[in-house]
């Protein structure tokens, strides 16, 4: 069974630009949710896919969206890049809404 | 709104002592609670789901609702415990927005 994998591991971007993070799924599982967490901090919850559906967001502006793919691998996309915006990323996938199992994450500075 | 609260930053115990590591909520719902730990190197891991009412490693966590806690207990700390841990709330049905808390380093000395 193959784990949750991210891509790219870690990436610098000037403030401005956009970026897009990849994520691939779990095998077998058909949700995939995105968070931030900035250092010293707690993952913070962005969004959730269920089948390639929004199926939840957390307190982020519309510059952060995403997308899920029919074969469950996802993007996270964030225009307008801002300085605050440098955290890891984390991408995690479920088969249900609730046991999630977490990638390595990526790791996004802003200058 | 839904809130999940860690009190200590850092725990630091000794090889053989309890361990409780505090977390403590704020949802008006029934909530869907989890601790997740994350080893040295490792990726974030589900450690235990309250609803399981299971003991991983140890490690059990009773859910108060009048007290709005969820503390996780080892009664004999291992320095393999040694990670860092976080206290993580889910709103049952619905919308699905889970919270997380900040996390607590747990050091365990020999």
């Known amino acids: 069974e193959t784990g949750v994998t991210q891509s790219p591991t870690h990436l610098i971007k000037t403030r401005g630009q956009q970026v897009t993070l990849r994520c691939s799924s779990q095998s077998g599982h058909n949700t995939v949710s995105w968070y931030q967490q900035a250092l010293g901090q707690g993952p913070q919850f962005i969004f959730q896919y269920y089948r390639e559906e929004e199926n939840g967001r957390g307190n982020f502006p519309p510059r952060f969206s995403g997308l899920q793919f029919p074969n469950y691998s996802s993007e996270l996309n964030v225009n307008a890049l801002e300085l605050d915006d440098s955290a890891l990323y984390l991408c995690?996938?479920?088969?249900?809404?609730?046991?999630?199992?977490f990638g390595p994450g990526t790791r996004l500075t802003v200058t | 709104a839904q809130r999940v609260t860690q009190p200590e930053k850092l725990l630091s115990v000794f090889k053989g002592a309890p361990v409780e590591l505090k977390c403590n909520y704020s949802y008006s719902g029934s909530p869907e609670l989890f601790w997740y730990v994350q080893y040295s190197r490792q990726r974030l891991q589900l450690l235990l789901r309250h609803i399981s009412r299971e003991s991983i490693k140890g490690f059990t966590a009773d859910l108060n609702k009048g007290e709005t806690s969820f503390h996780l207990k080892k009664p004999f700390a291992q320095e393999e415990d040694s990670a860092m841990y976080y206290c993580?709330?889910?709103?049952?049905?619905?919308?699905?927005?889970?919270?997380f808390g900040r996390g607590t380093s747990l050091i365990v000395h020999p």
């Open positions: 993580a709330l889910a709103g049952s049905g619905g919308s699905y927005i889970p919270t």
């Open positions: 995690a996938s479920s088969r249900d809404l609730y046991e999630q199992y």
